[in-house]
């Protein structure tokens, strides 16, 4: 307040500079609406030059086959909406450095040949598409050999009511792209929520995929990703994920699929990755591991499964520890003798020994594997005796003098008490606030 | 018959053990769903104490029932009264105040701490497994004049049922397991009244979503109006069966 002429000074050099850059803005503007020199996008945008902001105001656009060949910036404002009425692809993008943001983008038909997506990005890099609303398309997002994609913040629907999985797209698709972050998205009713094949170096993060026909999330050769605070619901079958190393995969939510061959988590062929802090709540299968090697179970609670882990023998130094297993009506369960995987102070709640040391960890070893697991396993219809009086009966017979079940699949030290893995959530519940401020975008 | 029935009533709320049935239930209902935390849980626990001991009070309680109302029976029989009539008679009385305890014992807690299709499923399952235990009860009794062995063939009955039969369909499972198996199974579960009222309740909780393939098949089956209709059949013609047969015996039989 000394110097009151100073304040002034860095005032107007503000405004100034604010000015000049609103200035460069509006030059490189095309506006799309109505009243507009331009009224459809397709016109304007082939008329854009690099750099320029396309900005379409709100209003219904009846068109298709939009290419964007420039570096642009395609902006929604007031939520146009593109309405393809199944005439073929929306929006290609056939350029690098590329914003699509704020459209609701609806109705591609199935093609069977050409794929045709809302959104299709094909051979370009560093494309962002942000808040779009896409409904009822074959494709969704499609992305074919793309480098640096932000994916953040869209809404995918599908209709999938009375078809079959081959004639449905999936939300969002990606082949061969590096350097992905997907973030904050919903989808449902595709086939596939998320599908990637060969996607490096990614992040997919806080998405919601659910109510798809087939896989919440899908990937194979998919090395080197980060999958956090997603929630994978009531899919048809679950999440399935294969032939990738180094994953990581936390504090993510797999819970309601049920049905025949639906699983919370289908593991094959992942190697090297870590599996922490996840629930696995009211799936039929929980976790289906198969020749799955090197992956480490940590902080995760498995709650009121049908099976929570269905271990093959094809499995082996898997490592579990720390996980809670409460409400499942197997927890463990496998179809063969050779074991070579480590149990180690994880919560069962079937377990019956007893701690007389008082150091939180019962003195008894405790096997997951029951009898009748093991029965159900190789004659499913045995199912039927479920609760049966005489099944309870065998099982615990075997747990006194086991020789049928898995002698090495055993946990030497459970835990007395239910790990309380709260704190972690509050401290989810942290990371999801902060992380739904604004994202600062690179 | 009417009279006959009342008459048979009045003996067995006097001898007291129905109403201490009915206590014993009430308590363990009520006590369970208290313990269990969900109401899912606690038809759970309910049921396999349903299925263990409602089979084996009601039979052990018929068979030396009928015993001793043997001279009552004797007594019956000199008067111009078709044997028939007393028989179901004396069927109906038992087998209705064991009911009614059932029903009062479990079925009220179940309306008040989990009521919907699963708890009646449950309840009506009780109540017909009464009806057909008190029957097998009173084939064993009309099988010999010996208390003693009558009693021992119920309580065979009840073990077979409850347990025996269990493991021989696991034994056969395992060692035909290289077949298709689904619809003996089915056929196999029919075959006890027990196994088809725990299936039946079991496919209408919330964790036959857990039973995987083979459970969803079956789900698929006991789920619909048809298949539940089939069970209660068999169900039926299990009370009926039974029934039947021992009448003809008694009707047959030098008293």
Known sequence: ?442 | MNKIIKYVLYDIVRSKIVVAYTLFLLLLSIGLFNLGGSADKGLLSLLNLVLLTVPLISIVFATTHFYNSYEFMELLVSQPIRRSKIFLSEYLGVSLSLSAAFLIGVGIPVLLFAPGATGLYLVLTGVFITFIFVALAFLASVITRDKAKGIGIALMLWFYFALIYDGIVLFILYSFGDYPLEYATLALTALNPVDLGRVMVLLNLDVSAMMGYTGALYKSIFGSGWGVGIAFLILVLWVLVPLLISRRAFIKRDL
């Open chain 1, 1 to 442: 307040m000394r110097n009151p002429s100073k304040h002034i000074i860095i005032w107007t050099a503000c405004a100034f500079v604010l000015l000049l850059t609103s200035l460069q803005a509006v030059g490189g503007t095309l506006k799309v609406c109505s009243t507009c020199e331009y009224r459809s996008v397709k016109a304007a945008v082939s008329k854009a030059k690099a750099g320029d902001v396309v900005l379409v105001d709100g209003g219904t656009y009846k068109e298709s086959g939009i290419e964007i060949t420039q570096p642009i910036r395609l902006i929604g404002q007031n939520n146009p909406v593109i309405d393809g009425q199944n005439s073929g692809q929306l929006i290609t993008v056939a350029s690098d450095n590329v914003t699509i943001q704020g459209f609701t983008l609806q109705n591609v038909a199935t093609s069977y040949t050409r794929d045709d997506a809302a959104i299709r990005v094909r051979q370009q890099n560093n494309i962002r598409i942000l808040n779009n609303t896409i409904l009822k398309t074959y494709y969704g997002i499609y992305l074919q050999y793309a480098d640096s994609i932000v994916i953040k913040d869209n809404v995918i629907k599908g209709e999938n009511l009375g078809k079959t999985e081959s004639s449905l797209g999936n939300a969002i698709h990606l082949y061969y792209t590096d350097d992905v972050q997907i973030i904050g998205n919903d989808v449902q009713g595709h086939r596939d929520g998320i599908y990637l094949e060969t996607v490096k170096n990614s992040k997919v993060q806080r998405n919601t995929s659910h109510q798809n026909m087939r896989y919440g999330l899908h990937f194979m050769f998919s090395d080197n990703n980060v999958y956090t605070h997603n929630t994978f619901q009531k899919n048809g079958a679950g999440v399935a994920v294969m032939y990738t190393t180094n994953v990581h995969m936390e504090y993510n939510t797999f819970e309601d699929n049920w049905g025949a061959a639906s699983y919370g988590l289908l593991l094959k062929e992942i190697n090297n990755s870590f599996i922490h802090n996840n629930i696995f709540r009211r799936n039929t299968t929980g976790i289906h591991m198969e020749s799955s090697s090197r992956l480490d179970f940590k902080n995760n609670d498995f709650e009121r499964n049908g099976w929570a882990i269905k271990l093959m023998t094809t499995c082996i130094d898997d490592t579990f520890r720390l996980n809670n297993f409460t409400g499942n009506s197997f927890d463990i369960s496998t179809n063969g003798n050779a074991q070579h995987n480590y149990f180690e102070h994880n919560y069962w709640d079937k377990y019956t020994g007893y701690d007389l040391d008082k150091d939180g960890i019962g003195d008894v070893p405790y096997r997951p594997v029951s009898l009748y697991s093991m029965l159900v396993e190789q004659v499913p219809p045995s199912i039927m005796f479920m609760r049966s009086f005489m099944v309870d009966l065998l099982d615990n017979m075997e747990k006194v003098m086991p020789s049928i079940i898995p002698q090495t699949l055993v946990d030497e030290q459970p835990l007395m008490k239910k790990i309380d893995h709260d704190n972690n959530r509050e401290f989810v519940q942290v990371l999801r606030q902060t992380a739904s401020a604004p994202w600062r975008e690179r």
